[in-house]
């Protein structure tokens, strides 16, 4: 039999660019290489006003000229791969930078040598050849940041210039790479937020864009008191261990403000829900159940953070641009058992804000009763409140208001708000004012029903909506109570 040895046209090189890259994935794979290469300052520039360039540059080992080479080869390696190499292909540098321009220039420095190459997409195709440009001192001279790198002991630059795909035929590129920019920030904040914050195990990254620096954004809000987790539980597929740790973020009455201010806690957090696939620290894929579970309105608040390492890659279906991965049918057997524990207690985050239930350990305005065709919601009227109000009643105006309060409980928008939470409209939450819970204080310490003292009322109300959630309460409850003339009317 005879061999035939078929080169490919250099017209592959413009069907390799249309392989799928945003602009954050592209840059996302650039910062991989970095922090492979020992990086720990990573400077990105994407040129505001004309769009000449996105440029990248790092304070890693550098490469020699044959490794840099060896880095430009479609499909090629710059080197033995380690465990902890967050490369996959070897494709990343090449097509992440060629899917955003036409123009690929990659300038590098280690202890002995500095060398340029380039990829020119136009070169190429006017000549026909597979052509990788060398270019000499003159040249490096003129290019953007080679100062800074020239200036440090070792590092990288890649720069993309005439950036055909990245623009397409926006009018303002000025305005549309603004736009681009503060979304890199945010997608940046996230895929390396274990690298952005310091940790026990491993040196800090720093990372920043046009001048700001990119700070770590927490899917799992682990600093957050009210945050719940599990242990570290490992799955093993195909010989390696998988580690998994769920948690169960706080209602949103337990964030903070700045907490608030983050999409995926409040307007995109329902579809922020489920497994967040890390490799090597690196987040690859979030926001999705795989088929384990439902992505409800009422399981939102669970997130569950996965560990793999790069030798399982292929059983992973993990994709070049490595954005997405598919778990193995043997990693979804082993977590479907760990979930339905983690998904309860999502859920009661949610169910137990509305409900009443024997022993329950707070008293609450509305209670869920069960009945035989599904369920309903009423007013409790075993509420501390609604019990001092009655009680200061007349019959026929005790009758009165608890027909009132059988109308509200009748009249209840339960689908209306069932219809709005699962279109992923945030519902806010009135908090009553200031004036209004030291009135509720006064009509409980003047009820005669009651006859609470201070201790007693503070001791109660601690686990009484809406008092439970009102800040300096004791203090409030002692000023009342201290004070001789009742205002109550």
């Known amino acids: 039999m005879d061999e035939e040895t078929v080169a490919p046209d250099v017209s ?61 080869r479609l499909a090629g390696s710059s080197g033995t791969r380690s465990n902890t190499d967050l490369g996959r292909f070897g494709l990343g540098l090449k097509t992440a930078s060629l899917s955003q321009a036409r123009k690929l220039t990659v300038v590098t420095k280690n202890r002995h040598d500095v060398t340029a190459l380039r990829w020119d997409i136009d070169h190429i195709k006017r000549t026909g050849r597979w052509s990788l440009l060398r270019l000499d001192r003159g040249e490096i001279g003129e290019l953007f940041w080679t100062e800074k ?26 305005q549309f790479i603004r736009s681009k920019t503060a979304s890199l920030i945010e997608r940046l904040s996230l895929v390396f937020h274990r690298y952005l914050q310091r940790s026990e195990r491993a040196g800090r990254v720093s990372v920043e864009v046009n001048g700001n620096s990119v700070s770590p954004i927490d899917p799992f809000l682990a600093s957050n008191p009210k945050t719940q987790s599990t242990p570290n539980q490992t799955v093993r597929v195909g010989g390696a261990e998988v580690r998994v740790k769920a948690y169960t973020l706080p209602h949103r009455s337990g964030m903070s403000p700045k ?30 159940w795989y088929g ?27 994709d070049i641009k490595k954005s997405r991965a598919e778990p193995p049918a043997s990693f979804k057997r082993e977590l479907r058992r760990l979930l339905e524990g983690v998904l309860e207690k999502g859920r009661r985050v ?23 065709d599904g369920l309903r919601y009423e007013i409790n009227l075993e509420h501390p409140l609604i019990k001092a109000m009655l009680s200061e009643m007349s019959p026929a105006s005790t009758k009165r208001f608890e027909s009132m ?41 003047n009820s005669q029903s009651l006859s609470l003292s201070a201790e007693e009322a503070t001791s109660m109300l601690s686990h009484t909506e809406p008092f439970n959630s009102t800040p300096n309460l004791t203090q409030l409850i002692e000023a009342v109570w201290l004070e001789g003339v009742s205002d109550a009317d």
């Open 12 to 72: 592959l090189l413009e069907s390799m660019r249309s392989v799928g890259y945003s602009l954050d994935a592209a840059v996302a794979d650039l910062i991989d290489n970095s922090i492979s290469a020992g990086a720990t300052d990573i400077k990105i520039d994407l040129e505001p006003t004309g769009a000449e360039h996105v440029a990248v540059l790092d304070d890693g080992s550098g490469m020699s000229p044959d490794v840099a080479i060896e880095a430009l």
């Open 149 to 174: 790198l020239l200036n440090q002991e070792t590092g990288t630059l890649v720069l993309w210039q005439n950036l055909d795909l990245l623009l397409g035929d926006v009018e303002d590129r000025g």
């Open 259 to 288: 907490d608030l201010q983050r999409r995926d806690l409040t307007d995109r957090m329902r579809e922020s829900q489920g497994l967040y696939i890390y490799r090597n620290r690196r987040l690859i894929s979030w926001g999705n």
């Open 292 to 318: 384990l579970a439902r992505m409800d309105e009422i399981s939102k608040q669970t997130r569950i953070q996965v560990d793999l390492p790069n030798s399982i890659d292929h059983l992973w279906q993990l």
């Open 350 to 372: 949610h169910t137990y804000r509305g409900r009443k239930v024997a022993r329950s350990e707070t008293e609450h305005l509305w209670s869920k009763v069960r009945a035989r």
């Open 405 to 445: 309060l059988a109308m509200i409980s009748a009249t209840y928008p339960a689908d209306d708000l069932y219809s709005e939470m699962a279109g992923n409209v945030r519902i806010s939450e009135p908090e009553g004012s200031s004036d209004s819970i030291r009135q509720s204080l006064v009509a409980l310490k």
